[in-house]
């Protein structure tokens, strides 16, 4: 007998599965899936300027800087000057889905693919961001590939307003609307990696970026 | 990994004696239960998160087997490989396997405590493939002759800086750093070599949804994001219990699992991570495979202990029980420790080899209410404690002693005669003191502690007493 077979008779064996519970267990299954029920959620206020206010809040309580814009098109010069005020050269590897920016114009050299290991700087967008939380929801795409969010020391990110939204789920709620399927990487980020690992002191960039910069672009 | 909790005794006698472990276990005393404590204050409705969570995963257990097939059966849509392992041994196998498949030599690993039961890096090594630790603090450990954990949150709680500098010295062969940051700082250095040319990913899995057939990883550090996206295979390694229905659950339990654990309103990065790369992508895993385990799991559905199945190993009842803060967490002897290891250790590697666990507890019930799945521990604790009465794995002479005290305690007539003697032999023992230093017939018991004195009436007389002084004054 495979081992599948023995774990999964052992289950059903102490459960005291036959025929006619398992009919009524496959609804029971198939009546979850589709009821999709939340627990209890803390209460986030709805409105858009609060939405933002929170994502604001919450992401500097996670240790990210924060700048505000009006258009995507303010973006690219808001990025030359965090870089030019952390004294970090003005380089970037972006996702390919913001190659159409002018970064030239802004004097940022920009390269549009996946991150390598020599990437000082990674810029992204992100599919939308969760106000409880102050955190980036990452979908993963030849468009928004994964590594720019995770090699680089620096990661800047650009955020729209009306992409936040109050809760996770309300972010899965958005990627199975607009997506379809999951995506295969999806990656909620909130502020720089960390450890507490050493005596419980917290020291920001363990594996991930040391610093995670957000440009709020009000108007978009 | 080989149990030692039989040997239980000693070794908290010796964590006791040892004054590093006590100075670095002061240190981190309280630290993740006073952050827990502000933490879930950000929840309005706390108690009904819990309630939820409690009922999510037990919706899960009553019908296991086809929450797993319909797992398998959407995991498998999106070109992932399920395989299923009855123990550690077989988990090994088909690690090794893979590894052999693809032609792997280096397996970079996020944390998994299930590759702790499997002892899965010895058995990697000994087929030619170099297991790489890469949470900071599993790496200490592997790097300290793959040392245990002692907890599974905080792997080197038990660990002060000055022994991480040294270690890092002798490893590294760098100068030797004392600063927190410099250490994780080289830490990274080295890890991040491992990263780009390590073979396969290997992680744990905190979650499985099935609605999607994803695995969700929760970790700050990010090397569960690295293991996961650069190397060419990804192999998960979790227990059966860890099904969920749908992503609306994770989002209840990703409410309760980083404030239960290390008091974060979230955790740095919570990864969904469903199938393989696609054509156009520029990263993730060409292969992706799930090892579904039970080790001991399946015996406890449907049985007394099936509430533990809930655990979402988050740490919180170690983190609040004065037993581990006292002795740490190598003492329990195997992978898991404090009181969800002091029910999981006999339950999954023989009752008969952990007789004490179920005794390291005072049955405070801190556990109980910081649970965040309400596991009732305390209960299942004293549960195991029952099952070792009646199973005849207690000494004969308590077991005679309880049977003896339950023929009194159901004879009214004699209990009272009983306490009647036994209150005043114990007040003229005290000598007038307020309690006794040394119990002749329980000496064992008065070694730590003092004996309160009774007062020289049992309760049966003072309530005959009160309710007569209340009849004539009325």
């Known amino acids: 007998m495979s081992s599948r077979e023995d774990i999964l008779g052992r289950v059903r064996a102490k459960l005291g599965r036959d025929a006619a519970n398992a009919a009524t267990g496959r609804d029971t299954v198939a009546a979850t899936l589709a009821e999709r029920t939340q627990g209890p959620r803390p209460h986030v206020n709805p409105e858009k300027s609060a939405l933002a206010g929170r994502f604001i809040d919450q992401s500097l309580a996670y240790s990210s800087s924060v700048d505000r814009v009006k258009t995507r098109a303010e973006a690219p010069a808001a990025v030359a000057r965090y870089l030019a005020d952390q004294q970090l050269p003005a380089q970037a590897v972006i996702w390919p889905q913001l190659a159409g920016l002018d970064w030239a114009g802004a004097g940022v050299k920009v390269a549009a693919r996946g991150a390598e290991d020599a990437d000082l700087v990674g810029i992204t967008g992100c599919f939308c961001a969760i106000a409880e939380t102050g955190t980036l929801m990452l979908c993963g795409s030849p468009d928004t590939p994964a590594t720019v969010s995770l090699l680089p020391e620096t990661h800047i990110a650009l955020v729209s307003a009306s992409r936040i939204v109050a809760g996770m789920e309300d972010g899965f709620a958005l990627a199975r609307a607009e997506l379809g399927r999951l995506p295969r990487a999806v990656n909620f980020v909130s502020g720089p990696s960390r450890t507490g690992d050493i005596e419980q002191t917290i020291v920001l960039g363990a594996h991930g970026p040391y610093r995670v910069h957000l440009i709020l672009l009000d108007n978009e | 990994m080989e149990s030692r909790s039989r040997r239980f005794k000693s070794n908290a006698l010796a964590a006791l004696a040892n004054p590093v472990l006590q100075g670095n276990l002061k240190m981190a005393k309280g630290k993740f239960v006073d952050k827990r404590a502000i933490a879930i204050k950000e929840i ?392 006794i230093p040394v119990l002749g017939t329980a000496p064992g018991w008065t070694a730590g502690r003092d004996f309160p004195a009774p007062e020289g009436r049992t309760f049966r007389e003072q309530y005959a007493a009160m309710r007569a002084e209340r009849r004539k004054s009325s």
């Open chain 2, 44 to 435: 309005d409705d706390f108690e009904g998160t819990r309630e939820a969570a409690k009922n999510l995963r037990n919706r899960v257990l009553e019908n296991l087997d086809l929450w797993l097939e319909k797992f398998e059966e959407n995991a498998t849509a999106r070109g992932a490989t399920v395989l299923w392992a009855k123990d550690g041994a077989e988990i090994c196998r088909h690690v090794v396997e893979i590894g052999k498949r693809h032609g792997v030599k280096k397996a970079a690993k996020s944390k998994s405590m299930l590759s702790e039961e499997a002892g899965l890096n010895h058995a990697l090594t000994a087929a030619g493939i170099q297991p790489v630790e890469t949470d900071l603090g599993e790496y200490i450990l592997q790097i300290n002759d793959n040392e245990p954990p002692s907890h599974i949150i905080a792997p080197v709680m038990h660990k002060g800086l000055d022994e991480v500098a040294d270690l890092f010295e002798k490893t590294h062969k760098t100068p030797r750093k004392t600063e927190i940051p410099a250490l994780t700082r080289e830490a990274r250095e080295v890890l991040r070599e491992h990263f780009l040319t390590a073979d396969m990913g290997i992680s744990g899995g905190n979650f499985l949804v099935a609605e999607t057939g994803s695995v969700a990883l929760v970790t700050n550090e990010g090397n569960g994001r690295m293991v996961t996206t650069l190397p060419k295979v990804h192999v998960v390694v979790t227990g059966i219990e860890k099904v969920i229905p749908t992503l609306e659950d994770l989002s209840t339990l990703m409410r309760l699992l980083p404030r239960s654990a290390t008091g974060q309103s979230i955790s740095n990065y919570v990864s969904v991570l469903t199938g393989v790369k696609q054509p156009d992508d520029h990263d993730g895993p060409e292969h992706l495979y799930f090892i579904l385990v039970d080790n001991g799991r399946a015996e406890l559905v449907g049985s007394e202990f099936q509430d533990m199945l809930r655990c979402i190993r988050c740490g919180a009842c170690m983190n609040h029980c004065p037993v581990y803060q006292t002795i740490g967490g190598h003492a329990y002897g195997w992978v898991y420790p404090g009181p969800m290891g002091s029910i999981l250790t006999p339950l999954y590697t023989g009752i008969e080899n952990a007789i004490d666990l179920p005794h390291a507890a005072t049955l405070c019930n801190q556990c109980g209410v910081v649970c965040p799945v309400k596991i009732p521990l305390p209960e299942l604790l004293r549960k195991l404690r029952e099952t070792q009465v009646e199973t005849h794995l207690r000494p004969w002479f308590e077991r005679l002693a309880l049977k003896g005290w339950a023929w009194v305690a159901s004879h009214p007539a004699l209990y009272g005669l009983g306490t009647w003697f036994g209150v005043r032999y114990l007040k003229w023992l005290a000598g007038g003191k307020a309690s």
